[in-house]
């Protein structure tokens, strides 16, 4: 579109373009208006003119001098940065849209626009402000920092920071991690103990990263080892622990200085183990299994921790704590016990093994056996006890009397017994005494005082509680009891076995073998005459016959009545058992129920008779049924059962059976003449199967309508002559039992049909495809089967006529056409041939085209003209060979202008090229880059002889000597120049050397000796005669202006001690300078004045800037006390702004100042600005930086809205009062 309503074609002509057309930059939103001439609107504002600054001329072409309407041209964006400084404090964006356009100008005239705006988003990015103060705070192992930004005032979208990275470094690691903007706090834990650390913050975004804030902090150490820790106390649950504290608490290095909370020990930490006991004997490890068994496994190891106040410090500086929780009789291990501080665990003390005392024993109960005293312990102490002290005294007997026994513990006793139902059990331990060393008691009254105490290697249990026990003569009569018992025993009575076994009871024995065998004697007598009883009861026979046998063997008297009992009943059940037909089973049922059998044993019987009654209805149902499957269950089901209607249902079945078999076998064949002897065979035999029947039934109608269907259906395909389906027509009327004649007939025609067809498959070459077509039509064969036939013949003659038009496109898809409809090999042998050739030929063309041969090229157009391929389909080889003959000979000639390094001649040789598309890169490389040499080296050259300069002209001289070089002639002039200075440079040197030894300077000499040393250096021939010469006359000279000085101080030293104070002449300065107001940059010569005069030293940089200070509040006429009032307020304030400088900087203002402000009068000022309505007054001020530092490090501390030093972990660490006035 030209002027945004237009359409017009591209590219457009050139007077549509104008003259000097160009793309530039523009506002967005602009719109063109064609009233009064044409230009550009913005809304309701004329748009004048475009930045030069944002557009770029149209580009020419070199060959056609036409404007180029594709390329590359390169506009500056615009600096939004650069535009909003130039705004006077305005707030502006940093953001700006814009439209790229293409202009039709002439004479630098818009004339037109071409297409739609482009448009285009310039945005200004601006790096994050500095971190303004980092300060990091310890608790323990982590470490807590903070950070904030210097606050400058509201900053654009674009200065914000996108992230804080933060960086933690150490003397043996360093680590960098990522904060989101946002966050002024991170915490840190797993500090290393007794470690400096480094941490350094910074805010980035992406435009870049700010400068970087430190914080350095060290962490505390761990505490040392507590020193001598031992076991006061030992108890069976609890002991007491001793030690020493540690003799540091870990902040001897740091003082608590990067701490929150002074350093202190919270407490003490220890691990307790239990050892294992060593076990000496087999005995023991037996004993110690059956106690484990059936209890919870025991955790061997836990933590403890004690709190410095649960300890108790002594006055010997000792500390005690309590540790509970113990098992009894067990060895322990007190191992890591440590002081903890807040950085954690300290060193630990050496391990500390005890063991717990064991627990009180019991006893249960006291017995004689065997001449020992056996005392059943019901607590033993603990699994680890060495040994048993065991204290025995008579009753009423003072204890001091007892007698006294040690049992160790291997020698305790324990028997298993078993227990009905349970397994084995376990019986107490027993401590066994000798019975003889009992004291005496009188066997009527007397009884013993008793008890124990358990040891171990920690020490003695407490004693057990005195327990009383009766004498032994409770032996006695034990012999008259054990005879009645052998009695008994000899006479299986339950009765007297009863009586025997009470009497005896209570009273112990040597030997318990006749108390256990009279008991199981008694309990196996009363058990088998329990059971007889219950089997006569219930007049089971095979129970009743068990449990007499048992009594026979048992020696049970009076049997006779159970005897007679099962000869009864085993006589009713044999009748039951041999009962046939239904009548005596009958009378067998009824003879059982008189005898009183039990129900479970005549149920069976009951149901055989219902049974064999049910299948006797089921017989003569079946018969009148006539069925073969039901007859048949029902006869199987009365099998062994002799019913009275077996035999006439067996014959009946026979023939149903016969009937039902020749139906099925006829409804298998499907032959018609069968099928209606089978229903035949039905109606006489009286066969119930009405689903068969009707179904043979309607198998035979139905087989006789198919079999009409069938005999049309072929008649029909039989005209209409289509062998596939005449084919199935035929086997359908086969397997319809259709006359044979009728199917002999069809099957003739089908085989002509299919022999045409054959013919046409077969048929090569269109002579032989043309008669066959010809038969076929003619034999009425259907068009469906004819046509592919007929396409294949028309496809053929197209194939031909692709072969004389000359065409490898066309060619291939007939060749493809062919393929498709099914055209044989053979006959498409010759175009396949055909097609290769051309194929090859083209391809060679192709290939030769892309690699930009000349020769080759020519030679695949002569070969593939000479193949026969259309001329026309050879165009663009034609055309590609046209330009690749240009390019060759533009080639040469670049080759040739190399050669002669010639300036003019390379650049046009280079055009040509460029505009031909060289093929050669290296070429045009070499070229492009002799180009530039020649013109930099011209341009040296001529700037190198313009200003006449020695040492220029001679490293120029350097340069153009290297190669490549530029031609002899163009040299010539600068060589013969070069040399008449150089001449120069010697009469200069040797008339200055003169003068100055006629003057003595001897530091204009040695100035002179430098730039002699210089002349060598560019080629002077300066003899070394009179360097030698100017050397010795300086040193000589040097020499006696130092007694000269000397003189004159001791002169003056002398006057000075004469007169009191005489005044001191004023030295002036020779010459005077200013100060600059910017930055001094390049090199800088200093010239010495003699001694005695003051030496300037310039500053590295300058900074100016204006403060402004609230004037105080006043009448508005009273301007100027007001103003007295605000300078006298500036004071404070350039005293502070001298501590943010180094020592050699220097801060003056640069206004009219009352006396109380610092600075030269004598020096350029500035007047002091002062806005009436806001009350502000600007003082400008400057400061001269000297010192190794940066402008930009003072500029950032001016620019703090904070006091210097404030605290970023107190609420109140920051004081709006004392905020310092913002440039």
Known sequence: MKDEKEAIAWPPPRRVLGETPFIALVPRGLSWVGAGGGGFYNGNTAFSGVDPNLRAELPKQDSSQQFALTGVVEISMPSLARSTRGAAGKTMSRVQQFDLRLFCSTKNRIVGVLGDPVPITVIQQVPPPPCESLQARCEGRSVVLRWTSQDLGVLPKEGEPDLVRLCIKTSTSEETMQLAADETEFEMGDLEADTEYEFRARFENSAGSSADAVAVCRTNAICPAPLGLTCSIVGTAHVQLRWAAPSQIGNEKTKDLFQVKPEQISGYSSILQVVAADVDNQEDKKHQASIKRGKSTIVNTRPCWWKTSECKEDRNGLITALLTGLRPDTRYCLSSFRANNSMGLGAPCPSLEFWTIPLTPRIDRVRVRQGQVLLALGEIGGLC????????????????????WKVQFSQLLQEHVPESGHGPEELPHEVPLPFSDMPSVDASIGKHNIRIRACNAGGYSEWSAVLSSPAISRQQGADLAQAALIAAIGEPIIETLEKVLQDSKGIEFEDYRYVHEATYLLQRLKEVRRNLQEAAKQRDPERLRQALQTARDEKLPDLQKPEALLTKLDRIMEGLESAKGIAVLRVAIKAAEQAKLPSDLIRPYRNRLKDREAAQKGLELAMDVAKVDVLQNALKISEGMDLPSEKEAQEKLVQLEQTQAALMNAMQTKVIPDLSGALTMVAKSGLKEPE???????????????????QKELDKATAYRHPGKLKKVIVSARLAQVNLERIRNSDAIRKRADELLDDNAAAVGLEQREKALEAGWAFNIPSELMDPFQNQLEKFKILHEAIQLGDPDVLRGSIEDCDMVGIKNEELMEARIVYRDWGAALLRVQVETSAQRTEPLRKALEVASAVGINKQRLDFAAQALCTLELRASAEKSLREAIKERK?????????????????????????????HVLKTKRADLATAVAHADL???????????????????????AEDLLQ???????????????????????????????????????????KPSLLE???????????????????????????????????????EFTTTSTLPLGAVRGELDVAYEPPGLNVFTLPREVIECTIEVAMPAGAPGEIEARQLKAATQTFALFQALDKLVGLGDTVEALADMPELVPGDKGRRHRRLSVDKVSGLMGLPVVIYVRDEHRSLDIVNAMCRRRCLGFDLFSDDGYNKDHAVPTP
């Open 385 to 404: 006890v060495q040994h048993y002290e065991i204290s025995i005294w008579r009753e009423g007997q003072r204890e001091e009397k007892a007698n006294h």
């Open 1029 to 1067: 010469h100017a050397e010795k006359w300086i040193k000589t000279a040097e020499a006696n202006q130092t007694v000269k000085i000397e003189q004159e101080l001791m002169k003056s030293r002398l006057e000075d001690s004469s007169s009191n104070k005489a005044p001191s002449k004023t030295v």
């Open 903 to 931: 300036l003019e001649p390379v650049v046009e040789a280079l055009s040509a090229a460029c505009a031909a598309n060289a093929y050669d890169y290296e070429l045009v490389l070499e070229a492009h880059e002799l180009q």
């Open 980 to 1022: 008449q200075l150089r001449e120069s440079e010697y009469w200069r040197l040797a008339t200055l050397f003169d003068n100055a030894e006629a003057e003595q300077d001897f530091r204009t000499g040695v100035a002179l000796l430098q730039r002699a040393r210089l002349a060598i250096a560019c080629g002077v021939d300066v």
């Open 951 to 973: 040492s220029c002209l001679h490293h120029c001289m350097q340069r153009l000597r290297e190669h490549p070089t530029l031609p002899g002639d163009e040299m010539q002039g």
């Open 692 to 710: 068969l029947t009707k179904k043979a039934r309607d198998m035979l109608s139905t087989l006789m309508g198919r079999r009409e269907h069938v």
